[in-house]
């Protein structure tokens, strides 16, 4: 196996580590439960902006060009997924579509740069000391990539099995997914104060 599918294997393996990794796939489905499979594109677009997020803030962390205390990291993950579930409650379906840029898009932007900062305390612990960082991150990176999409198409298939298929208010699925995310949001949130 080479370095880089080394590399990717354990990005993808982080992301979708529901047991240590759940509070970042709480965040993804948080995301996206506010669309519909129909909305693919959208949905690309989300999971790209936060893709850009937190390689940004990863390769920062990784290279020491920045440095966040950790404690304070793994508050704020917990809360960038209550505001984004949060924020999902308020949200109308009318006039949704319509927008070409949206709130969610820039969530996704900002609070990726958040997650970025929690994804480099894993890759500098697996890391070590090697100077030869670059493929490492790259590999890592697309791997979280694929991790999400691949949790992004459960969510979508369980959407459109429920909204489309069984006809699930789309609302009360909206509001069934966000509510409990938020839940479980506070809950972490709580267990990671850090003052």
């Known amino acids: 196996m080479s370095e880089f599918q080394l590399y990717f294997i354990l990005g993808k ?4 580590d529901y047991v240590n990794g759940y509070d970042h796939i709480l965040f993804v489905v948080a995301l996206c439960a506010i669309y519909l499979a129909r909305d693919w594109k959208r949905i690309l677009v989300l999971v790209t902006a936060f893709t850009i997020g937190h390689s940004v803030t990863l390769a920062l962390s990784t290279f020491n060009v920045i440095s966040v205390n950790s404690d304070l990291i793994e508050f704020l993950i917990p809360l960038t997924i209550f505001i984004t579930a ?3 409650l308020f949200r109308r379906e009318e006039g949704f579509s319509v ?3 949206q709130t969610n898009y820039l969530l996704a932007l900002c609070f990726g740069l958040i997650h970025g900062m929690g994804f480099s305390t894993y890759l500098k612990a697996i890391l070590g ?3 030869s960082v670059v493929t490492q991150l790259l590999a890592f990176n697309l791997g979280l990539e694929f991790g999400q999409i691949v949790i992004v198409g459960i969510f979508m ?3 459109f099995l429920l909204v489309d298929l069984i006809n699930v208010s789309r609302r009360d699925w909206k509001m069934i997914i966000s509510s ?6 506070l809950i972490l949130m709580k267990d990671a104060v850090f003052w």
């Open 13 to 16: 393996d982080h992301i979708l």
């Open 86 to 88: 949060f924020s999902n």
């Open 99 to 101: 927008k070409p840029v």
């Open 129 to 131: 000391k090697d100077q």
């Open 157 to 159: 298939a369980i959407s």
């Open 180 to 185: 409990g995310i938020a839940g479980i949001a």
